[in-house]
């Protein structure tokens, strides 16, 4: 668990707290105050209890990202001019190389996954695409970014509310998804694949996939290297080239494009 979890001490107390103790025969799990939160008498399997386990941990990480991130952006909105700061963002992101390799058509259905206070990659790729969908965690960081969809008056940015790792559309829905600094907050491989198992998904055959994250260092060796990035992706059924993935040192960052096997 501590190898595989970057918040391993929060995660075993979580798990300590929500789960109390298993009360048999009932196979009932209970906190101390004796009220049932889950019943476990259907798990017949180890793969059955590992998944409710992590199921009960993401339910409780996305209860705690929430608070983290409500409280860095009221931080951030109280400490500089925030207003001037969200355009000059937006500006860099529209010229980023990340945003503008990427390769839409007219007409194509976009999801951007963890699109923040301010959307900017939405915004910064509305006028290119038919619809960008964004998902969030946090209920403020949806808020905000609406608000400011609304000041632009941007009319095909649709921003959705989400609770983990899973993405509420049907399957097969987006040409492109978009994944800017997501993975490196999920805290956890199990958590991550989760992840791209939602994103696979969703994408239509040969629809795009684009993420940006950070590569491991010294300070965190728990992020993906290129090799692991490449097992996993492959894993789930993505087309990997030896091009897909592109690992920039100096910024300790890597890109990676990739497309859903047809």
Known sequence: WRNHTYYSDYAKFSLRYRCGEIKSPKKVIRRDDNSCLLNVSQIKTKQELRKLLWDILEKDWVKQNRVVYTKLFEGLRQSINYASLREEWLDEAKVMPFMQGLDFKKEDVVLDVGTGVMA???VSMADRVSVVYGTDTAPIAVREANKYIQ???IENIKLKLVCGTKIPFA???????????VFRDLIADEMRVRMLRS???VLKPEGALNILTYMPSS???LYWSNEEWKRYLMDVGFEVKPESIVAYQSELRIEISVRKSG
């Open 199 to 201: 994103i696979y998904r």
């Open 219 to 221: 300070e965190n060796n």
């Open 120 to 122: 900017l990659r939405a």
């Open 171 to 181: 399957s097969n829905f987006f040409d492109s998804v978009i994944c800017s600094y």
């Open 151 to 153: 000041e632009k008056r």
